[in-house]
């Protein structure tokens, strides 16, 4: 369930895609973690994901969890960023057939869900294809 | 001299036709097209709001302006369709600009004139050096009751302005406002849709207003309508502003780039500031342009700009305005506009 | 390190089991595994499941389900690793007998899951992907295996047809397994057309909600030997491995490292490799994911698993069956007794008791069972001593 603390916490990865970059060995982390899983190293400084890449794979979820049953169907999509980290998130505003794999696509500022009718408004990315 | 240093606009990409709403309840499109001069309006997707769409405006506007977002000192949504009825939009686009939280932010609310209130105050910050940028949003996701007359135009879009006094690429020259307290068009709490005076909402308020504004600034400054290159006023329909503009002695030529209505619809807060977007997008150094708001209760802001040299350098880093009015739209069918709109009646879980 | 014997197993008939509590139905297939290996008591405990608290609103159900099985005071832990949860007990109670620790323990699973309505219940399952980064923005089990699916079919050429293919076969052999929740047969046509879920996956290409559970009873083979068990059905290899539980997070979403790495460990304790495996009963909670499993165990190459389905290698009779329970498909699904039902499917066969499903002369067999989209994975092999 999404509490306002739980949705909170998360906010500098989904408004302004923060990610971690490890000071030995330069991989990225989204979301940034404490030790990187490549040389162990504990250091790491503050990065921005680029906002462009490609469509990996997509599914168009017909068949939603309930908090998205409004928005049915929803596209989901595994997105390759141009620094080559991949992230989750929906391609909005796109019928079935615009999708293919390899599709160039920006992240948008937009509404993710709601916690209920009166719960917060939750914001995050989601992709839109370029066009 | 303090002035705009970088703007965006976002339209989003749905649209509803004239006929596919007066087709629902059986009203005489052709009527309304030559009646109020529109054709289509902007729909926003479930997943867009004031909040997102000021995001989008406000990260073209710092790309424009090629600032750090940690140097903006305030940010200002004016709107009428705040997501929370408590709850401050202007933080979320704060947070998303990467401006906190050394800032100030309030959202704004007088009608359609909310946006320019953002644009004032910003200006007025810079220009007592309190802050060094500021900037001002006008958004809306406008509701019209269905059926209603409002329904034909409510529609969705923001314009952002980052006000400081480096890398101005249009001057702020002068400003005036003019108001006076007139129940035109209102929504009261708990109320899902506003409501109007009808033909009371014209000569009384409207006009009186966006006049009077406009003929202060202009005797202010010294100008004549032909001293501009440029004007644009809040757009309810088609109609009104064109008339307005012709009052003042504005021709067609002057005021058809920032006149969007017809197939944008009436974005509320984001009406003439978008236009003032689509004027940025073409203008060239040295030209002056006239801006004028007007907000039901009733009153309107009014700017006199002057472009500089460095426009030129801007108007090509972010999607420009009549690109996105133009390009890439999806016509929407009445039932999924009433579906994207909460206009349909649920299981309230 | 003592070997370790499976001395009976225990089921039920799966489904919606509208009139018995996760307690009833977890007690009466501990109850049918204690008869079938002639204990009446035991020293420890292990119960998979996934998520009774969501599913049921009751945790702490290792001492309430040892209090009910009357083996109170002995201890009893639940273990959760979503899916793999099963996988994991039985795993756990194979250290405690191989390490001398215990002689007698019962390892089991269970999931009591329609409780809830639909939408809870995907939120539930949901749970075992990435809260934050993969279900917040929309992902379900079905939306994250399609992913999965259209990587493969798009990187490997796996047809829609093969993916038919796996269920048609899983729906074959679940046709002969008196346990099974759907046992009936579907055609390639009556997959390919039923209602879509989350495309390419229709529903038809997912396993159910179930209500379950499995046990099985663990000892070391001299006590197996003692109490003349025949045949006696040895652990030969236990393998455990993990993996990012975010897909995106993997370098190949097609490949599971973590099903890969585990077999890895199973074969190289057991000292065999793919090619001595009679069966396998593996986690075809979609019929991409036993395409994916097939070739992470090295039965096939990778990219060669939907091919090696639509040629019918994997059917009874086929040069390596799977899933001749009927799998997840057929068989059902109640996550956390999915481990230890793969178990029980194996020592049936390996006893010969497996009826009209019987692969013939095995000797040899594999299960694989996995959390998630594949970010925890077991792989047990048992073998006829």
Excluded at chain 2, 32 to 53: A, F, N, R
Excluded at chain 3, 104 to 117: A, C, F, I, R, S
Aim: proline share 4%.
């Amino acid at each position: 369930m999404l509490t306002p603390s739980k949705y909170w916490r998360e906010s500098p990865q989904r408004y302004r895609l923060e990610a971690a970059k490890c000071t030995k060995c330069g991989k990225v982390f989204f979301p940034p973690r404490l030790v990187c899983d490549s040389c162990k190293n504990g250091e790491f400084e503050k990065t921005t994901l680029p906002d462009e890449g490609k469509i990996v794979s997509y599914s168009m979820i017909h068949v939603t969890a309930s908090n998205f049953s409004d928005e049915a169907p929803i596209a989901l999509g595994i997105i390759e960023l141009d620094n080559g980290t991949k992230i989750t998130a929906q391609v909005t505003d796109c019928t079935e057939d615009e999708l293919a794999v390899g599709v160039p696509v920006k992240l948008e500022f937009r509404k993710v869900q709601e916690a209920g009718e009166s719960g917060v408004l939750c914001y995050g990315y989601k992709a839109v294809l370029k066009r | 001299m303090e002035g705009i240093v970088g703007y965006g606009a976002y339209i989003p990409r749905n649209r509803i036709k004239v006929e596919e709403i007066a087709k629902v309840w059986g009203a005489d499109a052709p009527s309304y097209k030559k009646g109020l001069m529109l054709e289509e309006k902007s729909v926003p997707s479930p997943d867009q709001d004031v909040i997102t769409m000021s995001v989008e405006a406000g990260r073209y506007a710092v790309k424009r302006a090629g600032v750090d977002p940690k140097e903006i000192g305030a940010i200002y949504i004016g709107s009428e369709s705040h997501p929370y009825a408590v709850k401050p939009s202007g933080t979320v686009v704060a947070e998303a600009l990467g401006a906190t939280p050394d800032i100030h932010c309030a959202d704004y609310e007088f009608a359609c004139k909310a946006g320019s209130e953002g644009m004032f105050v910003c200006f007025g910050l810079v220009r007592a050096g309190l802050i060094k940028y500021g900037m001002g949003i006008g958004a809306d996701t406008s509701q019209g009751a269905p059926g209603d007359a409002l329904e034909y135009s409510a529609s969705a879009g923001a314009a952002a302005f980052l006000f400081g006094n480096d890398g101005v690429i249009a001057t702020v020259d002068a400003t005036h406002s003019y108001m006076t307290d007139t129940p035109d068009f209102w929504r009261r709490e708990y109320q899902n849709y506003p409501r109007h005076g009808g033909r009371f909402t014209g000569e009384p308020a409207y006009f009186k207003h966006t006049l009077g504004a406009a003929r202060a600034i202009l005797e202010k400054t010294g100008l004549t309508a032909k001293d501009f290159r440029w004007a644009t006023f809040h757009q309810p329909n088609g109609k009104f502003p064109l008339r307005a503009g012709k009052i003042l002695g504005f021709d067609k030529e002057q005021l058809e780039q920032g006149w969007l209505v017809p197939r944008l619809g009436n974005t509320y807060s984001g009406a003439s500031p978008i236009g003032l977007t689509a004027i940025l997008d073409v203008a060239e150094p040295g030209e002056r342009i006239l801006m004028v708001s007007y907000g039901s209760g009733a009153g309107s802001d009014a700017f006199v700009f002057t472009v500089t040299e460095r426009i030129k350098e801007v108007q090509d880093l972010a999607p420009k305005t009549r690109d996105q009015l133009d390009n890439n739209k999806r016509y929407l069918e009445y039932g999924e506009y009433a579906k994207f709109r909460g206009k349909i009646r649920k299981i309230e879980e | 390190m003592r070997e370790v014997a499976v001395i009976g197993v225990g089921i039920q008939k799966w489904g919606e089991l509208w009139e018995k509590s996760l307690r009833d139905i977890f007690v009466e297939s501990a109850l049918n595994a204690m008869k079938d290996a002639g204990v009446d008591k035991i020293d420890s405990m292990y119960v998979g499941c996934m998520s009774s608290g969501l599913f049921t609103g009751q945790e702490h159900i290792a001492s309430l389900l040892a209090d009910y099985l009357g083996f109170n005071p002995n201890p009893a832990v639940r273990v959760e690793s979503a899916c793999a949860s099963g996988g994991v007990a039985f795993r756990q109670g194979f250290i405690e007998v191989a390490s001398g620790f215990s002689d007698v323990v019962l390892v089991g699973g269970v999931e009591k899951m329609t409780d809830v309505d639909g939408g809870t219940a995907t939120y539930a399952l949901g749970t075992a992907a990435d809260q934050e980064y993969e279900c917040y923005n929309g992902a379900t089990f079905p939306g994250l295996y399609a992913l999965i699916a259209r990587a493969h079919m798009s990187k490997y050429g796996t047809t829609l047809e093969q993916l038919a293919d796996v269920t048609v076969k899983n729906h074959d052999n679940g046709s002969l397994n008196p346990h099974a929740q759907y046992p009936f047969k579907v055609t390639r046509e009556q997959v390919m057309t039923s209602t879509m879920v989350a495309d390419p996956l229709r529903i038809l290409h997912c396993s159910g909600i179930t209500d379950g559970a499995a046990a099985a009873i663990l000892a070391p083979v001299e006590l197996a030997k003692s109490m003349k068990k025949n045949p006696i059905i040895k652990v030969a290899g236990s393998g455990h491995a993990t993996d990012t539980i975010a897909l995106h997070s993997r370098d190949d979403i097609t490949f599971l490292r973590a099903t890969a790495e585990a077999a890895r460990r199973a074969f190289d304790m057991a000292g065999v490799g793919p090619k001595d495996i009679d069966f396998a009963e593996v986690h075809d909670c979609f019929s991409i994911a036993e395409i994916c499993v097939s070739e992470a165990l090295g039965f096939f190459e990778k990219g060669q698993g939907g091919k090696a389905a639509e040629a019918g290698e994997t059917r009874l009779g086929g040069e390596i069956p799977i899933n001749p329970s009927g799998g997840l498909k057929a068989k059902g699904h109640p996550v956390g007794a999915t481990g230890i039902a793969q178990v029980h499917e194996l020592v049936t066969q390996l006893r010969q008791d497996a009826g009209k499903r019987q692969v013939k002369n095995a000797r040899r067999a594999l299960s694989q069972n996995m959390g998630g989209t594949g970010g925890s994975a077991l792989v047990h092999i048992l073998e006829v001593a």
